[in-house]
């Protein structure tokens, strides 16, 4: 769907084209607690960290962009009718679902 109505890509498309595999959630494994509820991908919220910075985007924009955005959907590897994140959930980004 992304390739379809971006036939040329987006920058959020180009960083997972070409970062895609570059951390994984055990990359990030000490920084997470063991106990409680399970959290998000934490390689999805380092690229929603890299999105934000490329974008200058607020958390409330990152948020939404990943709620709306096509582009930013394949950047996190998500399914068109995933939610998203929301803005006000600590973690190495303000972003959760």
Same mark, same amino acid.
């Given at each position: 769907?992304?390739?379809a109505?971006?036939?040329?890509g987006?920058?959020a498309?180009w960083i997972?084209?070409?970062?895609?595999?570059l951390?994984r959630d055990?990359d990030f $494994?000490?920084?997470y607690?063991?106990d409680?509820?399970?959290? %998000? +991908?934490?390689? =999805?919220l $380092?690229t929603?960290?890299?999105?934000?910075f490329?974008?200058n %985007? +607020?958390?409330? =924009?990152? $948020?939404?962009a990943?709620?709306?955005?096509i582009d930013f959907?394949?950047?996190?590897a998500?399914?068109?009718?995933d939610p998203?994140?929301?803005h006000?959930v600590?973690?190495p980004t303000?972003?959760?679902i």
């Amino acid at each position: 769907m992304a390739r379809a109505s971006n036939p040329r890509g987006t920058t959020a498309m180009w960083i997972r084209d070409h970062l895609d595999g570059l951390w994984r959630d055990e990359d990030f $494994a000490s920084w997470y607690s063991h106990d409680g509820r399970p959290g %998000l +991908s934490p390689a =999805q919220l $380092a690229t929603v960290c890299v999105l934000q910075f490329l974008f200058n %985007l +607020s958390d409330r =924009q990152v $948020a939404e962009a990943v709620r709306c955005r096509i582009d930013f959907k394949y950047a996190l590897a998500m399914e068109l009718d995933d939610p998203g994140f929301h803005h006000s959930v600590p973690g190495p980004t303000t972003a959760s679902i």
